[in-house]
């Protein structure tokens, strides 16, 4: 893999690796009500900037590679589905047993997502990526993350009735 292939693929990864962290940290049972909010705050606005600027950096690429189109498309449908139970973890009480079973489905979701990601869809890209294709990854990610997570939000949306 080339080295600047590696560079985005390394920073997509350690947010992926902040990401974790946060999710261990709202796990922790002792978390006030107020500590909790604050991490679940940080958590959203960390992973809604991280998710855009991936898709606007590496999906917006990927996509219109044949070998990794079905990859991609099959993340960004992820992107949204984890969007969703974030927006809807966000309209249950924070102190309940309810948000700590929606925050564990949540979870086991985004971990299989990140998971996904480096050992799949990350190998697949970096076997297609041309220089350019480098050039503009590493243009576009970091600024984009920092303008995404300063316009990230929490919004509460409740589930759907079924």
Same mark, same amino acid.
């Given at each position: 893999?080339?080295?600047?292939? @590696?560079?985005?693929?390394?920073?997509?990864?350690?947010? *992926?690796?902040?990401?974790?962290?946060?999710?261990? =940290?709202?796990?922790? !049972?002792?978390? &006030?009500?107020?500590?909790?909010?604050?991490?679940?705050?940080?958590?959203?606005?960390?992973?809604?900037?991280?998710? &855009?600027?991936?898709?606007?950096?590496? /999906?917006?690429?990927?996509? !219109?590679?044949?070998? %990794?189109?079905? @990859?991609?498309?099959?993340?960004?449908? $992820?992107?949204? +589905?984890?969007?969703?139970?974030?927006?809807?973890?966000?309209?249950?009480?924070?102190? &309940?047993? $309810?948000?700590?079973? =929606?925050?564990?489905?949540?979870?086991?979701? /985004?971990? *299989?997502?990140?998971?996904?990601?480096? +050992?799949?869809?990350?190998? !697949?890209?970096?076997?297609?990526?041309? +220089?350019?294709?480098?050039?503009?990854?590493? &243009?576009?990610?970091?600024?984009? @993350?920092?303008?995404? =997570?300063?316009?990230?939000?929490? %919004?509460?949306?409740?589930?759907?009735?079924?």
């Amino acid at each position: 893999m080339a080295r600047q292939v @590696k560079d985005i693929f390394d920073a997509l990864t350690a947010d *992926h690796d902040r990401h974790r962290i946060l999710l261990k =940290k709202l796990e922790n !049972a002792d978390a &006030s009500p107020d500590e909790r909010m604050n991490l679940f705050e940080e958590f959203t606005r960390e992973l809604k900037g991280h998710a &855009s600027a991936e898709e606007q950096a590496l /999906y917006s690429v990927i996509l !219109a590679k044949p070998d %990794t189109t079905d @990859k991609a498309r099959h993340s960004v449908a $992820e992107h949204k +589905e984890i969007e969703d139970m974030l927006n809807h973890l966000a309209t249950v009480d924070i102190a &309940s047993d $309810e948000w700590m079973e =929606k925050f564990e489905d949540l979870r086991d979701e /985004y971990i *299989h997502h990140i998971d996904e990601e480096e +050992e799949e869809l990350f190998p !697949a890209a970096s076997d297609v990526l041309t +220089e350019a294709d480098e050039v503009h990854m590493r &243009s576009v990610f970091q600024r984009r @993350k920092t303008i995404e =997570k300063a316009q990230a939000e929490v %919004t509460p949306i409740a589930e759907p009735e079924h």
